[in-house]
């Protein structure tokens, strides 16, 4: 695969503590023998070393990012100065109205945890009284100062029969992204986890939820574990659902812990190097072993469909089976390979239809072409699709066949699909005169 020089997306922990205790987060089964407490950290020398490295995305995440809002506020706005789009992943329960307006000022997003809708189960997961009501609490001042705001609902025994539920919640605050992802065990787990493991059926019923609340609700479903294709047994449920999301750990991102450490992903607890200490460049090197394929398991690597499903996600098959080398949990070797075959996306427009660049395009070369983004959106062309994009405001099908040739319209139309997809062209539906 090719290799960039330059990771387009980054996770950044900026502090271990939070002020929930969720059992399915790494953080709750932490061995550590002192409480946790906040890093002391130069947190500007990392927000300069991460930019240095030219992201697109960083993801502020936890522990709960909002404590340590105040600390870090001046690497986060050296960082939105750059250009670099911004996430926090929250529970929400620290905002105020100022904290709001500074997420709307740096045009960041906000997905929060919502773990259920009914009260009592949400407080037993977060093991926090009155959390649901801090939480839409939360949500409201984001939403009140245009903040966009999705939520993530992580499934489990505790919560498995409440999904609609939870969703209805989340319409009547107003979100529009609703996200659903089964827990997965942490690294340290032990038997309290398998009290409130999802059940072996918990793709089916995501699946099975999530359509329903798209029809009834009308809300955007999606599912955020990187899940492989051998997971989904239906062929509806595959169509809607595969393929949607794949492992980009130390392929297209990485993250960074709050000691400045670097890993492949948040989740994981093997460190690469140190951003304090070394640039990402050198460090990113030495994660040749998530691009590789030395981390796939070998049911995967024998696999048809290995190139667009990635083998599901290592850290998800380390947390269960202790290898990372090992089956996601929720393969199932029986479907492998799928029998089922990811249709082909229909071209919609017509081969006049104008197509339009939208202006305040991003570039960032790297060995094999150049990465364009717009916001937290990304992909990557070749010299002449830039080239292309660069000198044409404007364009349709039938202007790229004259250019490029007939023979290639396939690859052409293949191009403008990926490039509407990627949020860098767009099209309102108008035709050109020839």
Known sequence: MKVLKKPASVQWELTPVCNHDCIHCYNYWRNDKTPLKHPNIDYMKIAIAICKADPVHVVLTGGEPLLVFDRVFEAVNYMAEKGIFISWNTNAVMVTKDIAKSLRKWNATAFVSLPCGDSEICDKIVNVPNALEKIEKGIKTLLSESVPVSVN????????????????????????????????????????????????????????????????????????????????????????????????????????????????????????????????????????????????????????????????????????????????????????????????????????????????????????????????????????????????????LKEMENEFGLEIREVLKTTIHILVNSGIIHSDGTNINM
């Open 153 to 396: 609902m992580v499934i489990s025994a505790y919560n498995i029969d409440k999904i609609y539920e939870t969703a209805k919640v989340a319409k009547k605050l107003g979100i529009k992204q609703f996200c659903l992802a089964p827990a997965s065990r942490p690294f340290g787990a032990d038997r309290a986890f398998d009290e409130m493991a999802p059940p072996a059926d918990v793709v089916e019923i995501m699946c099975r939820e999530a359509i329903r609340i798209e029809k009834e609700l009308g809300l955007k479903v999606s599912l955020t574990g990187a899940l492989p294709g051998c997971a989904f047994e239906s062929e509806m449920f595959f169509q809607h659902f595969a393929y949607k999301k794949s492992c980009t750990a130390g392929k297209v991102s990485y993250a960074v812990d709050f000691e400045g450490n670097m890993k492949a992903c948040a989740r994981d607890n093997k460190t690469y190097g140190n951003l304090l200490k070394e640039e990402v460049s050198v460090i990113w090197s030495r994660m040749s072993e998530w691009r590789d394929g030395s981390l796939l398991p070998t049911d995967c690597k024998e696999c048809t469909s290995l190139k667009i499903c990635h083998g599901g996600c290592r850290l998800e098959a380390c947390s269960s089976t202790g290898r990372r080398d090992g089956m996601d949990t929720f393969a199932r070797k029986q479907l492998i390979p799928p029998s089922f075959k990811k249709e082909v996306p229909v071209y919609l427009w017509s081969e006049k239809t104008v197509f339009k660049v939208y202006s305040g395009l991003k570039w960032s070369k790297e060995e094999f072409g150049w990465r364009v983004s717009l916001g937290p959106r990304f992909t990557y062309v070749t010299d002449c699709t830039r080239k292309w994009l660069l000198n044409h405001r404007t364009f349709c």
